[in-house]
């Protein structure tokens, strides 16, 4: 890594600290929400959960929650805020490679995921217990695809929204339905044909099949895992182009 990225890189890190949306959505959000759903639900293996212990399906399910609430809500804020107040170009004037800002983005909404995860793993460490990890190689492209992905659909969001506010928006609306449909809420057994049905274009809901079923040893989650490289890669080639300097 140059010198010029390096910088950038750690400029972004400090600023990202400094974000009281991030702190929330990204490191406190997951852990609370995973404490109070896993432990209304209990420990006792049920079929809804692939007879799982639904403590343990979501601490592996709110795992890809980090990653959402990293990809729709703290990065396109933060860059849109940056486009709003005109840094963007500041950045282009001062001299750094048309691929840097792409690059420090998708760092730092990489060690933003992970700090998030390492957080909620200790909380349920604590807690319900770490669930056994049956196919680690599996679960961490998985973690890392679905993470590329959604930093990239971020990045994207960001030069896309005017402002922070409207980010703000877009990503809430994006997150929530998600979130409940896709990773955080009721197990897919218990939805309706509709809301099934919807879940399983969900972005979010391939990325947690592809790192719950692999670590949980309920399935391999080939399908899924194919998917979520698919969009990794293509959402990243379209956030570098959009976010050139």
């Not at 200790?122 to 679905?146: Q, S």
């Not at 692999?214 to 959009?242: E, K």
């Amino acid at each position: 890594m140059n010198s010029q990225l390096s910088r950038l890189v750690r400029t972004e890190l400090k600023l990202l600290a400094r974000e009281p949306l991030a702190a929330v959505f990204v490191f406190v959000f997951p852990a609370v929400t995973m404490l109070i759903i896993g432990g209304a639900f209990g420990t006792k293996p049920d079929s809804a959960y692939d007879w799982t212990n639904p403590s343990h399906w979501y601490v592996t399910s709110y795992l890809t929650v980090v990653i959402a609430a990293t990809g729709l809500i703290m990065v396109p804020v933060h860059l849109a805020s940056y486009r709003e107040r005109g840094v963007l170009r500041r950045f282009g004037a001062a001299g750094f490679p048309k691929w840097s800002f792409a690059i420090a983005e998708l760092v730092t909404g990489l060690v933003a995921t992970a700090v998030g995860s390492v957080v909620l793993l200790a909380v349920a460490a604590a807690t319900y217990g770490v669930p056994d990890l049956h196919h680690p190689a599996r679960v961490v492209a998985g973690l890392v695809l679905g993470s590329v992905a959604f930093v990239s659909i971020g990045v994207l969001l960001g030069t896309l929204l005017p402002s922070a506010r409207s980010a703000q928006a877009v990503g809430f609306v994006l997150f929530f339905p998600s979130f409940l449909l896709g990773a955080g809420g009721p197990p897919p057994n218990a939805l309706g044909a509709g809301l099934r049905n919807v879940a399983s274009y969900l972005p979010l809901t391939r990325v947690t099949d592809a790192v719950r079923g692999p670590w949980l040893g309920t399935g391999t989650a080939t399908s899924s895992l194919v998917v979520t490289g698919v969009l990794a890669a293509v959402a990243t080639a379209v956030a570098a182009r959009r976010s050139a300097l």
